[in-house]
């Protein structure tokens, strides 16, 4: 009970912190709510485009699609949820609105620790999906069913949803080192992965140099499969470092507060780091434009017929 206590103190403290009166005046909070406002329509936007452009491409493996669709559902919803209430709640601080302020802190915690800790561990199961597709071989669609990834992928939102209620309303600490843990393992888990996916590749090319004067007749067609699994696996990883430099900074950020308290001298460069997290969102249906061939295509497509029923 103490334990509890003390965590809804320290999150009253946060909530009084976040809500400050900005020290640098008003302006930067004008300035940052239309940033936001531009790039909730852009995620929003873009991933529903996107979202619907995966249906017409048949290149991708379906627990891929299902994969890359959890992670474009989760950027959708920051666009038409957190950034839109984040905008305001900026709007409440330059207002002094501390009852809405409060509200809203309370709201964007639970829903964007959500959506950041599904579009985390979505990458982490891309990555893990990818390794698993080059060490199994034809064997692969046989495991990694449909009904299984679209399991897994509900296991994943439930959980981000259990952790991040219990974060704000049962142990705020407790939760948080947990949560902070979780990262570094899929983080790590993601690296691992990349890692080994790229000493097979290069000891597949090296065994292709050696005996390409003796290749079979199939081998063209093996050649080009792996040329076309290394594409998805740039792609992954490029999303993935999107991420991570997204989302470094604020977490440098919340680990200095964490160590020297929270005061009000950190509300700046925090409120501009959150928007870099969120920025994630809006860069990510770029990512897929640039690196997925099928997407540009269909989205070049509708912009086509967009225009001409303009005319």
Not at 58 to 71: D, F
Not at 235 to 257: D, E, N, R, S, W
Not at 277 to 301: D, E, M, T
């Amino acid at each position: 009970m103490e334990n509890v206590t003390k965590d809804r103190g320290m999150y009253e403290i946060i909530q009084s912190v976040t809500c400050a009166a900005p020290t640098l005046g008003n302006q930067y909070l004008f300035v940052l709510t239309a940033i936001n406002i531009l790039l909730a329509i852009t995620a929003a936007l873009g991933n529903i485009l996107v979202f619907f452009a995966l249906r017409r491409i048949s290149s991708l493996q379906s627990a891929s699609r299902i994969l890359l669709r959890s992670l474009i559902i989760s950027d959708f919803c920051v666009g038409v949820c957190v950034q839109p209430l984040y905008a305001i709640q900026l709007l409440s601080m330059a207002q002094q609105r501390l009852q809405l302020c409060y509200a809203l802190v309370s709201i964007n915690e639970i829903v964007g620790t959500t959506l950041s800790g599904v579009s985390l561990c979505t990458l982490t199961a891309i990555s893990l999906d990818r390794l698993l597709a080059l060490c199994m071989g034809l064997s692969y669609k046989h495991v990694i069913t449909l009904r299984r990834t679209r399991r897994m992928i509900i296991i994943l939102w439930f959980f981000n949803i259990l952790f991040s209620n219990l974060r704000r309303f049962w142990r705020y600490v407790l939760i948080s080192n947990v949560m902070s843990s979780l990262i570094y393992c899929t983080l790590s888990i993601s690296a691992l992965s990349y890692l080994t996916i790229y000493l097979k590749l290069r000891k597949h090319r090296e065994q292709v140099q050696r005996s390409v004067h003796q290749r079979q007749p199939n081998e063209q067609g093996r050649a080009f499969n792996i040329s076309k699994y290394r594409k998805t696996v740039y792609t992954a990883l490029c999303v993935q470092l999107a991420l991570v430099v997204c989302y470094f900074p604020y977490g440098i950020v919340v680990a200095l507060a964490h160590t020297r308290g929270y005061n009000s001298s950190y509300n700046f460069t925090v409120r501009l780091t959150i928007s870099l997290v969120l920025l994630n969102s809006s860069l990510n249906p770029i990512l897929y434009c640039w690196r997925i061939n099928g997407v540009k295509q269909v989205l070049l497509a509708f912009l086509t017929l967009f225009t001409n029923i303009k005319v």
